[in-house]
């Protein structure tokens, strides 16, 4: 019994742990726009960002439910499953944020949970129709939805404010993104925070610490708002330039088009129960907004190195999981070669974090990317702006002057 209490007391170490790199690594998704225009200074923005995530975290339990109770099967996992899931979960969050990558850490923890199952009692632990329907489809579907919306509410807003005053406008969409901003935080404690509460329940249901079918203890809702909330207000400022500089430029419109759209498609997601990417869905608004003012653009490659990570996350976690897993199979120095595994490999991605040090100083500046094929084409066959040139001026005299400067001479010759 005091070896379960002690595998139990790391799963839900490991499980907070958890939540707090989801705190920095998703902080992005409510704030990025907001720092990236302007409208917050990035520590300002930060903090108020992880209140408004502790705040949310007690609105709801149904993503919670969705985990604990839905996605596998509780007769089947025991807390040393729930471990490895975890470490899969920690090392992908911990690899994306290093590269600067916006990856989904619900879809890592989604991945390293069914990994670690499958290795544990095989493919019939996993319930596939919850898999398919509250995870997959709304993985396809939010950045969908939320892009869509957020390009129609840029060219609405644009459109309705062409004859606003330009400096009041300015400062109205400042406003209204700080607004929305908070709303996204508030939606990412509902839905996020939910995940690791899931987790640490299940866990407690399979340790015998808690009946079946049990929602989250009010102990563990706590911990779990506090973790997260720490986690966003120390700031993944990688992920933050990625985000709000590298992804499109935004203007204040732009901004608070996407964050609305964006919360609003997480906040109906927490309700139906859908353990939804608030990545995703934030991504795929930012990217709408950029669409939506004329003139904007998305910086495709950066998009297609996001798109990529986001599909690799359910295997590559779901891959560190199962082999976690296999390795505590092995009794409890199982259990301690992977826990020194994680500690290692943390510590060795944040002494790579450290030869490039992005913070809130710097956090805006961000290389311009190369201009495309298609962008280089462009610029080559547009016709050159109406009006007399600086250089057409420049050369009119000097050739004028020519003949000024040989009258002397042909006159002195004559004479």
Do not use: C
């Amino acid at each position: 019994m005091e070896s379960f209490s002690l595998i139990l007391a790391i799963v839900v170490v490991t499980a907070l742990a958890f939540d707090f790199t989801n705190g920095f690594h998703d902080t992005a998704n409510a704030m990025a726009t907001t720092i990236s225009t302007g409208a917050m200074r990035p520590k300002i923005a930060v903090a108020m960002s992880a209140v408004l995530n502790l705040v949310g975290a007690f609105l709801s339990v149904e993503v919670a439910n969705t985990i604990s109770k839905g996605l596998v099967d509780e007769g089947g996992i025991r807390p040393e499953v729930i471990f490895a899931a975890l470490v899969g979960a920690i090392l992908w969050n911990l690899l994306t944020w290093l590269v600067g990558l916006p990856s989904s850490s619900s879809h890592a923890l989604m991945g390293g949970l069914i990994g670690a199952t499958i290795a544990s009692a095989g493919v019939g632990a996993v319930h596939g129709d919850v898999l398919v329907t509250k995870v997959l489809i709304p993985a396809i579907a939010a950045p969908l939805v939320a892009g869509i919306a957020a390009l129609l509410a840029t060219r609405l807003t644009y459109s309705l404010g062409k004859k606003a005053d330009g400096n009041a406008s300015k400062k109205g969409y400042r406003a209204g993104q700080i607004a929305s901003a908070g709303l996204v935080s508030l939606a990412h404690g509902t839905n996020d925070a939910q995940k690791t509460m899931g987790v640490i329940t299940l866990a407690l249901v399979a340790g015998g610490a808690v009946a079946p079918d049990s929602d989250p203890p009010m102990w563990v809702i706590l911990s779990a708002g506090l973790a997260i909330a720490l986690g966003t207000y120390l700031g993944g400022w990688r992920i933050i330039r990625t985000m709000g500089k590298g992804l499109t430029d935004l203007q204040p419109q732009q901004g608070f088009a996407a964050q609305t759209s964006a919360a609003t498609v997480i906040l109906a997601s927490s309700h139906l129960g859908f353990s939804l990417s608030t990545t995703h869905s934030v991504s795929g608004a930012v990217m709408g907004a950029g669409l939506g003012r004329k003139g904007g653009v998305v910086r495709w490659s950066t998009a297609t190195r996001m798109f990529v990570a986001w599909g690799l996350t359910l295997p590559a976690a779901a891959l560190v999981g199962a082999l976690a897993e296999y390795v505590t199979g092995f009794g409890n120095w199982g259990t301690a070669v992977v826990a020194i595994f994680l500690i290692a490999s943390s510590a060795v991605i944040w002494k790579l974090s450290r030869r490039e040090v992005v913070d809130h100083t710097n956090v805006n500046e961000v290389e311009e990317e190369p201009a495309g094929v298609v962008t280089t084409a462009i610029a080559a066959v547009t016709p050159p702006p109406a009006g007399p040139s600086e250089e057409l001026a420049a050369t009119i005299p000097a050739q004028a002057q020519a003949p000024a400067d040989r009258k002397p001479s042909t006159t002195t010759t004559t004479v």
